[in-house]
């Protein structure tokens, strides 16, 4: 589409955000009004029409400015018209993979009833993303750069169709749940009740805490954040005409208030994934970049696409996992007697992704260095640089390494921890860190080239080194909030759990 490498890799960034972000609201709308079925159903019908359009805009020469040679500094940007069209056929391809992603996880897992049976689903679950992903970051793309971007699209279109007609016929076997209503509303009789009642305990006398139906619930809430405790308050004009209590938008259970504590309590840790997400994202988009000026040879014959470089983080995560499932959480607990806890987990993958940042400043140090010795500034962008690009796989090796420590950790972390109300919210939040840290990392981008010289369109003439420099030190400044965060933080269902825990 002849647009420039930081304002596609911006772009990028915003795609991967939009699909990060739109589990969350598949997840709602599943919940609250439709079931996972039909969710899954429209969305990757959506998915599907997304594809269909950027296979047309790949193919017709209307919607797509003429070809640019590469190097060229004189291309013709896109149209309105071309701009429109790309952007509707990206929207509408990342709404559907992010309504259906984390909704089909969810459905999957409500075909079973029994955790461990759970728990082998997911498994093959994500090791079919990973194995996706790593089709389309190397075959997909090698028929883009080889052949022609309306085949690779196409390509998607069949699968996409496939898929989708697969599943539809599966209707009748499938185990269908009914929505249970949106959890956010009882967070938000909570903190409605709260509000309402955070005056009457001068002037009335209460009568002892609400418990629904829940025969089971603790006798009292929490000392912890007690402004909210007198939501589950009874008073005397609480009580129904039949002299019975039942839960309202002034009146909330025990177990209703104490889910919502748990949630505040998680948040910080939650968000200390905001910025590790972010760092990943920004080294994922400019490798690529990097990529695109260094030598991507293997052998005399074959040349890497410099966007399938990615793969080598997602071979090195899905590698990981099954090294760190099978041996590494075993051995550890032979040692110590004692489980690797989530916190522990997501901790080592905070260090092992600010050594992954640590490696890509240096290899892109020793890039520029050798710009230099040759003489390659203020040359074209076409221009390549004589270095081998398998010195990018280095750093990213090491952040799909750590990736397999924190990724798994949150999931963890998050479906044990948070409500069981919000269990399948619970596992969306992940793509939600994902998404957010996507948006952060276009707008540091942003940052970065408004206010300093390190991002020019070419990057030979650039510091992308410092770059690298700044997101070490995010990371590692991140890793002490994290800390600190687990200092505050006490596991509340974790089975065997320890009061207090750090990683």
């Given at each position: 589409?002849n647009?420039?490498?930081?304002?596609?890799t911006?772009?990028?960034?915003?795609?991967i955000g939009?699909?990060?972000?739109f589990?969350?609201?598949?997840?709602?709308?599943?919940?609250?009004f439709?079931?996972?079925?039909?969710?899954?159903?429209v969305?990757?019908f959506?998915?599907?029409?997304?594809l269909?359009?950027?296979t047309?805009?790949?193919?017709?020469?209307?919607?797509?400015p003429p070809?640019?040679?590469?190097?060229s500094?004189?291309?013709?940007a896109?149209?309105?018209l071309?701009?429109a069209?790309l952007?509707?056929?990206?929207?509408?391809?990342?709404?559907?993979?992010?309504?259906?992603?984390?909704?089909?996880?969810?459905?999957?897992?409500?075909?079973?009833?029994?955790?461990n049976?759970?728990?082998t689903?997911f498994?093959?679950?994500f090791f079919?993303?990973?194995l996706?992903?790593?089709?389309?970051l190397?075959?997909?793309?090698y028929?883009?750069?080889?052949?022609?971007?309306?085949?690779g699209?196409?390509?998607?279109?069949?699968?996409?169709?496939?898929?989708?007609?697969v599943?539809?016929?599966?209707?009748?076997f499938?185990?269908?749940?009914?929505?249970?209503?949106s959890?956010?509303?009882?967070?938000?009789?909570?903190?409605?009740?709260?509000i309402?009642?955070?005056?009457?305990?001068?002037?009335?006398?209460?009568q002892?805490y609400?418990?629904g139906?829940?025969?089971k619930?603790?006798?009292?809430?929490t000392?912890?954040?007690?402004?909210?405790?007198c939501?589950?308050?009874?008073?005397?004009?609480?009580?129904?005409?039949?002299?019975?209590?039942?839960?309202?938008?002034w009146?909330?259970?025990?177990e209703?208030?104490?889910?919502?504590?748990?949630?505040?309590k998680i948040?910080?840790?939650?968000?200390s994934?905001?910025l590790?997400?972010?760092?990943?994202?920004?080294?994922?988009?400019?490798?690529v970049?990097?990529?695109?000026?260094?030598?991507?040879h293997?052998?005399?014959?074959?040349?890497?696409?410099?966007?399938?470089?990615?793969?080598?983080?997602i071979?090195?995560?899905?590698?990981?996992?099954?090294?760190?499932?099978?041996?590494?959480?075993?051995?550890w607990?032979?040692?110590?007697?004692?489980?690797?806890?989530?916190l522990?987990?997501?901790?080592?993958g905070?260090?092992?992704?600010?050594?992954?940042?640590?490696?890509?400043a240096?290899?892109?140090?020793?890039?520029?260095?050798?710009?230099?010795?040759?003489?390659?500034?203020?040359?074209?962008?076409?221009?390549?640089?004589?270095?081998?690009?398998?010195?990018?796989v280095v750093?990213?090796?090491?952040?799909?390494?750590?990736?397999?420590f924190?990724?798994?950790?949150?999931?963890?972390?998050y479906?044990?921890?948070?409500?069981?109300?919000?269990?399948?919210?619970?596992?969306a939040?992940?793509?939600?860190?994902?998404?957010?840290?996507?948006?952060?990392s276009?707008?540091?981008i942003?940052?970065?080239r408004?206010?300093?010289?390190?991002?020019?369109?070419n990057?030979?003439?650039?510091r992308?080194?410092?770059?690298?420099?700044?997101?070490?030190?995010?990371?590692?400044?991140n890793?002490?909030?994290?800390?600190?965060?687990?200092?505050?933080?006490?596991?509340?269902?974790?089975?065997?759990?320890?009061?207090?825990?750090s990683?």
């Amino acid at each position: 589409m002849n647009i420039k490498s930081i304002n596609a890799t911006q772009i990028n960034n915003i795609i991967i955000g939009c699909y990060s972000l739109f589990p969350v609201a598949g997840a709602v709308i599943a919940d609250s009004f439709f079931s996972s079925f039909y969710v899954v159903s429209v969305f990757a019908f959506v998915s599907l029409l997304g594809l269909i359009m950027l296979t047309l805009a790949s193919t017709i020469h209307s919607l797509r400015p003429p070809t640019c040679v590469i190097g060229s500094l004189a291309c013709e940007a896109p149209s309105k018209l071309q701009y429109a069209v790309l952007y509707l056929a990206l929207a509408l391809a990342s709404l559907g993979v992010g309504g259906t992603r984390f909704t089909i996880s969810t459905m999957g897992a409500d075909q079973f009833n029994k955790p461990n049976e759970q728990g082998t689903f997911f498994s093959w679950y994500f090791f079919t993303l990973y194995l996706a992903s790593a089709i389309s970051l190397t075959a997909i793309i090698y028929v883009q750069d080889s052949v022609s971007w309306g085949l690779g699209f196409g390509i998607g279109v069949v699968a996409n169709a496939i898929g989708l007609a697969v599943f539809l016929l599966g209707k009748r076997f499938y185990c269908h749940t009914k929505p249970k209503g949106s959890p956010f509303v009882g967070i938000a009789r909570v903190l409605a009740a709260a509000i309402r009642k955070r005056r009457k305990l001068e002037t009335f006398q209460s009568q002892g805490y609400f418990h629904g139906d829940n025969t089971k619930a603790i006798s009292s809430p929490t000392e912890s954040l007690r402004f909210l405790n007198c939501a589950a308050l009874r008073f005397e004009d609480d009580r129904k005409s039949d002299g019975s209590y039942s839960s309202s938008w002034w009146l909330c259970t025990v177990e209703e208030v104490e889910d919502l504590k748990t949630l505040i309590k998680i948040m910080p840790l939650w968000s200390s994934g905001i910025l590790l997400s972010t760092t990943i994202a920004t080294i994922n988009s400019l490798t690529v970049l990097q990529a695109l000026t260094m030598d991507r040879h293997l052998g005399p014959h074959f040349k890497i696409p410099a966007g399938s470089f990615l793969v080598f983080s997602i071979l090195a995560t899905a590698l990981s996992i099954s090294i760190i499932d099978r041996f590494l959480l075993p051995t550890w607990k032979n040692l110590t007697r004692r489980s690797l806890k989530p916190l522990q987990q997501i901790g080592i993958g905070h260090v092992i992704n600010i050594f992954a940042m640590v490696g890509s400043a240096l290899v892109e140090t020793r890039r520029l260095r050798v710009v230099r010795t040759h003489h390659l500034n203020g040359e074209s962008p076409g221009s390549v640089v004589p270095m081998s690009g398998l010195w990018l796989v280095v750093p990213l090796l090491v952040i799909g390494v750590g990736e397999a420590f924190h990724f798994p950790g949150q999931v963890a972390l998050y479906y044990q921890e948070f409500p069981t109300s919000l269990s399948s919210t619970s596992t969306a939040m992940i793509s939600l860190l994902i998404g957010i840290g996507y948006y952060l990392s276009t707008a540091i981008i942003d940052l970065v080239r408004r206010s300093t010289g390190w991002l020019p369109d070419n990057i030979n003439d650039g510091r992308l080194d410092y770059v690298f420099w700044l997101l070490t030190a995010i990371a590692f400044l991140n890793f002490g909030y994290y800390l600190l965060c687990t200092k505050l933080f006490k596991y509340q269902n974790t089975e065997n759990h320890e009061n207090e825990a750090s990683p």
